[in-house]
C-alpha cells in the first residue's frame, strides 16, 4: 500500500510559480500511476494532471495545459506538479492521488490512495 504526503503548497501572487510535491511511502511507488486533483471552495475535487508509473504518458485538464508540469522521480518516491502563470482561480486544496489502473480510467473509478491536500492560495 501507497502512502502519500503533499507538500509546496503556499500563497503566490498571480502570475507566479509553485512547485507541489508528493512523496510516497510504500514498496509499490514505481508501480502506480499517480497524479493531482484540486478542489476550490464550493466546488467539487477536480482532475488536474497525471502520470503514468514510467513516467512515459502525461495527462492534463485542458485548463491546466501548457501552464502545468506533472513529473516524477521513482528514485525519490516523488511526484512534482510545477505551477506557472498561476491564476486567483488555481486557488484550492490540491490533492495528490494514487490507482493502480492508467489514468486513462480514473473518471470511471473512486481512486485508490490520497494524500491529505496541501493549500494554495494565488492572489490578485
Known amino acids: 500500500q501507497v502512502q502519500l504526503v503533499e507538500s509546496g503548497g503556499g500563497t503566490v501572487q498571480a502570475g507566479g510559480s509553485l512547485r507541489l510535491s508528493c512523496a510516497a511511502s510504500g514498496r509499490s511507488f514505481s508501480e502506480y500511476p499517480m497524479g493531482w486533483y484540486r478542489q476550490a471552495p464550493g466546488k467539487e475535487r477536480e482532475f488536474v494532471a497525471a502520470?503514468?508509473?514510467?513516467?512515459?504518458?502525461?495527462y492534463y485538464a485542458d485548463s491546466m495545459k501548457g501552464r502545468f508540469t506533472i513529473s516524477r522521480d521513482n528514485a525519490k518516491n516523488t511526484i512534482y506538479l510545477q505551477m506557472n502563470s498561476l491564476k486567483p482561480e488555481d486557488t484550492a486544496v490540491y490533492y495528490c492521488?494514487?490507482?493502480?489502473?492508467?489514468?486513462?480510467?480514473?473518471?470511471?473509478?473512486?481512486?485508490?490512495?490520497w494524500g491529505q491536500g496541501t493549500l494554495v492560495t494565488v492572489s490578485s
Open positions: 502520470i503514468t508509473s514510467s513516467g512515459g504518458d502525461t
Open positions: 492521488a494514487a490507482d493502480p489502473f492508467r489514468p486513462d480510467a480514473w473518471p470511471y473509478r473512486s481512486l485508490e490512495v
